[in-house]
């Protein structure tokens, strides 16, 4: 079954350093991978999408990467801010309609 | 713009009871979906759907109904509450299919089955 692996233990950073998230991905080859930001006691929020094609993709201070060799996202949120403290939750498409969830990374950026 | 709306916020149910969580979305959109999320799991898809009457499962239906009537609707279903469903639930809902396009969540319901 697919199986999707993001570090379960927070991470925790200075502001102002730039913030590595990583996801990786087992049995399968996805076309999309998306982030989500989850605050406390709300709902996922859409951060960015990347194709397979794309390698990489830029939005403001996030960058996504994507390699389909290694089975491998990471997520950049550089120059960060006390308020990029949050859970990121990395997904992907499966069965061509069903899109599952990482289990999350915690950040933590401390002033 | 109410996006994404799931009543209600916290329910409390007794092991056996039945209830439905209500879950609307005011983009027109096609695809909506149902999630659990528990500590250390994840979110996990529980049904989804591609458009009205059309209904599937996800990674842990047992135990959940749907139905889709309307576009705009997507109730979730629990028949006998079991403590095993105690989690947050989430709606979420999409303009076409899955693959490519950003989910919009609600903020979930807390459910508690004692």
């Known amino acids: 079954s697919q199986k999707i692996e993001q570090n379960s233990e927070a991470l925790n950073i200075q502001e102002g350093k730039t913030a590595t998230l990583t996801c990786n991905y087992t049995n399968y080859s996805p076309a999309y991978l998306q982030w989500y930001r989850q605050d406390p006691g709300r709902g996922p929020v859409f951060l960015l999408l990347i194709r397979e094609n794309e390698k990489e993709k830029r939005k403001e201070r996030l960058k996504v990467t994507f390699d389909t060799t290694l089975k491998q996202s990471l997520f950049h949120i550089t120059a960060s801010q006390p308020a990029d403290s949050a859970t990121y939750l990395c997904a992907l498409v499966y069965n061509t309609d069903k899109l599952i969830f990482g289990t999350g990374t915690r950040l933590q950026v401390f002033p | 713009n109410a996006g994404v709306t799931q009543t209600p916020k916290f329910q409390v149910l007794k092991t056996g009871q039945s209830m439905t969580l209500q879950c609307a979305q005011d983009m027109n959109h096609e695809y909506m979906s149902w999630y659990r999320q528990d500590p250390g799991m994840g979110l996990r898809l529980i049904h989804y759907?591609?458009?009205?009457?059309?209904?599937d499962q996800g990674e842990v239906p047992n135990g959940y109904n749907v139905s889709r009537s309307t576009t705009e609707d997507f109730p979730l279903r629990l028949l006998s509450a079991a403590p095993s469903q105690t989690s947050v639930y989430f709606c979420?809902?999409?303009?076409?299919?899955?693959?490519?396009?950003?989910?919009?969540f609600g903020d979930g319901t807390r459910l508690s089955i004692l």
């Open positions: 759907s591609v458009g009205a009457g059309i209904t």
């Open positions: 979420a809902s999409s303009y076409g299919g899955s693959n490519n396009q950003p989910q919009h």
